[in-house]
C-alpha cells in the first residue's frame, strides 16, 4: 500500500490526487463528527414525537382567570347559538369576529341572514345590505351586549359552584334577573340568563 501511494506521490499529477483524498478523507470524518454530536445533544423525546422542552412549555402555561376568559368572548373569534324561549321562541346562529357577526335569527314564522358591522345591524338579501332596527324585537337588546352585561356583573361577587371540567359562576337576582356564567379552563362556554319568564341561553364555541 504505502509502495503504490509513493508512486502515486512521484508524478505532480499523482500528488495532487493524493491531497484530494486526504481533503475527502478528513471532510467525511468532521460530517461524520457534527451528525454524532448532534444526536447526542438532542432532547429526549417521549412517545408523542413532542420533546421534554416542548412538553414543559405547554405545561407551564399560565391559567386564564374568569376575566381573561371575559375578554376572549369580546374579541375572539367563535361561532355562537343564543336561544330564546319563554313567551316566544327565537334562535340566533352565527360567527363572532372581533366585533363583527355574521349570523341568522330564526322565529317560527321565518329565517332571516343578518349581518353587525361597526354596530349597525343589516339584513342581507341576495347580496344587497338593508339597515334594520328590529333584530331583539320584544327582547332586551342590553343582554346580547356582552361589554355592558361583564361591567354590571363584576360590580358585584356570585356564587361559584365546579364539575369535572366547568366552573358556574351565579348571579342570584341581579337586577331581578338571575345570570349564570360557565366556563372551562380556556374560554366561557355558555351564558343563562332568567329575566321575566324568559330564558336567554348564550352558547359559544371557539
Do not use: C, W
Not at 60 to 70: A, C, G, I, N, V
Not at 153 to 177: E, P
Amino acid at each position: 500500500m504505502f509502495k503504490k501511494i509513493k508512486k502515486l506521490r512521484s508524478t505532480e499529477r499523482g500528488k495532487v490526487l493524493f491531497k484530494f483524498m486526504l481533503y475527502m478523507i478528513f471532510f467525511a470524518f468532521v460530517v461524520v463528527l457534527a451528525i454524532a454530536t448532534g444526536a447526542a445533544k438532542s432532547p429526549y423525546r417521549n412517545y408523542s414525537g413532542e420533546s421534554n422542552e416542548e412538553e414543559s412549555m405547554v405545561e407551564s402555561r399560565p391559567e386564564l382567570t374568569y376575566f381573561d376568559k371575559q375578554k376572549r368572548l369580546l374579541f375572539d373569534k367563535y361561532d355562537f347559538t343564543y336561544k330564546i324561549t319563554g313567551l316566544m321562541n327565537i334562535e340566533y346562529n352565527g360567527t363572532y369576529d372581533k366585533g363583527t357577526v355574521d349570523g341568522f335569527k330564526e322565529t317560527e314564522d321565518d329565517l332571516l341572514r343578518y349581518v353587525i358591522e361597526n354596530g349597525k345591524v343589516y339584513t342581507v338579501l341576495l347580496g344587497e345590505k338593508s339597515e334594520y332596527d328590529k333584530l331583539y324585537e320584544g327582547l332586551d337588546a342590553t343582554l346580547f351586549d356582552f361589554d355592558d352585561l361583564f361591567m354590571k356583573l363584576n360590580q358585584t361577587g356570585s356564587t361559584i359552584s365546579k364539575s369535572s371540567d366547568s366552573k358556574i359562576y351565579h348571579y342570584a337576582d341581579l337586577d331581578g334577573r338571575d345570570f349564570l356564567v360557565t366556563t372551562n379552563d380556556e374560554s366561557i362556554t355558555k351564558i343563562n340568563i332568567v329575566d321575566s319568564g324568559i330564558l336567554y341561553e348564550f352558547i359559544f364555541k371557539y
